[in-house]
């Protein structure tokens, strides 16, 4: 069962904001099957979407494709596409990006929302990590309880020690009986997934639950970042 911290108000969804497709699969996919398996209703917002010229049209399309399966076999029970610019973020007005996620926030009145780590090297991570706690702001009539950030491969990884937000993670959630789901669902991004040992392959990502899962002596586990509880 999901421990006490985390079943607090148990019919409020959980949103796990993504900013690109992919990233809520390699951060927290253990986590979304394991709610989901648990009955919660689970919530994806991809922030940003391909745009020509930078992406083309078939990208787009299969990327997109991708996103349906591996949510489908998470046990997603619905992706919001906000469709700001992928790799552009920095140029469009950030004001409307907090109110994109806040309107998702409010509609959706979430218990938990994991976001992107902000120490991570993309500037689009960043950008949706702020945006995130803006929506998420307390003075909210039915605000967030929780929020905690994830690690993306590839990214998190990636910042400069020392320089940036470093990721150490203390909130950590035992993926053990559905880690093979979650890499059963990042295979299904088929486009993304690299041959070990980069970052982005299934050896790497199973190799990272690993570790995190030894650090609580478990088989697996995904390690997040508590960033506010109110309990």
Request: aromatic letters at 6%; glycine letters at 6%; charged letters at 15%.
């Amino acid at each position: 069962m999901i421990p006490p911290l985390l079943s607090r108000e148990p019919d409020r969804p959980i949103l796990v904001v993504a900013p690109h497709p992919d990233d809520e699969v390699l951060g927290a996919g253990g986590t979304i099957a394991r709610f989901a398996a648990e009955g919660r209703p689970v919530h994806v917002a991809v922030v940003t979407s391909g745009r020509a010229p930078r992406f083309s049209e078939d990208q787009i399309r299969t990327v997109r494709a991708e996103a349906a399966a591996a949510h489908a076999h998470l046990g997603v029970t619905e992706t919001h596409w906000l469709d700001f610019p992928a790799a552009e973020l920095s140029d469009h007005p950030h004001g409307a990006l907090n109110a994109g996620l806040g309107a998702l926030v409010s509609d959706l009145a979430p218990g938990l929302v994991l976001a992107p780590h902000p120490g991570d090297i993309h500037l689009d991570h960043q950008l949706s990590f702020l945006s995130t706690l803006v929506a998420s702001r307390p003075h909210q009539a039915a605000y967030p309880p929780l929020v905690a950030a994830y690690e993306t491969l590839s990214e998190t990884n990636w910042n400069a020690p020392y320089l940036t937000p470093a990721f150490a993670p203390n909130l950590f959630i035992d993926i053990s009986a559905t880690l093979e789901v979650k890499l059963a669902a990042f295979r299904l991004f088929a486009s993304q997934v690299r041959p070990a040992p980069h970052e982005r392959s299934v050896e790497t990502l199973k190799a990272l639950a690993t570790l995190r899962g030894g650090t609580i002596h478990r088989p697996a586990a995904e390690g997040f970042v508590l960033v506010r509880a109110v309990v």
